[in-house]
C-alpha cells in the first residue's frame, strides 16, 4: 500500500481545508487509517482515525472541530478541518495499519495564520 496525502494549504484562522489520503494496493477499506501531525519541533502526534466499519475517534484538541470519512470506492481517507486555528499548523501525515502492516504517507503542509 502507498498512500498519497493532498490537500494541505494556507488559511487564515476560522477557515477550513480539506486534506485527503489515496491509497494504492488492494483492500484499503479494511485498513485502521489515521491522521497524525507534526509541528516544528515537537513530537509527531495522533490527530483522529477511522476503522473499516467507519468508526473513528479524535483526539481531544480537535473534537468538534474535524471531521474523519472515507470513501471506499475512491480509496480515500479525509479529514475535514474547521474553525482552523494557528496551533493547527504542522505537517499532517496519513498511516495505514492492518495486523503488523503499517504504511505512512509523504505528509501535507497545513499552515493556519492569525
Known amino acids: 500500500v502507498q498512500l498519497q496525502a493532498s490537500g494541505g494549504g494556507s488559511v487564515q484562522a476560522g477557515g477550513s481545508l480539506r486534506i485527503s489520503c489515496t491509497a494504492s494496493?488492494?483492500?484499503?477499506?479494511?485498513?485502521?487509517t489515521g491522521w497524525f501531525r507534526q509541528a516544528p519541533g515537537k513530537e509527531r502526534e495522533f490527530v483522529a482515525a477511522i476503522n473499516s466499519k467507519r468508526a473513528t475517534v479524535y483526539v481531544d484538541f480537535v473534537k468538534g472541530r474535524f471531521t474523519v470519512s472515507r470513501d471506499n470506492a475512491e480509496n480515500t481517507v479525509y479529514l475535514q478541518m474547521n474553525s482552523l486555528k494557528p496551533e493547527d499548523t504542522a505537517v499532517y501525515y496519513c498511516?495505514?495499519?492492518?495486523?503488523?502492516?503499517?504504511?505512512w504517507g509523504q505528509g501535507t503542509q497545513v499552515t493556519v495564520s492569525s
Open positions: 498511516h495505514a495499519q492492518r495486523g503488523r502492516l503499517s504504511y
Open positions: 494496493g488492494r483492500h484499503f477499506s479494511n485498513y485502521l
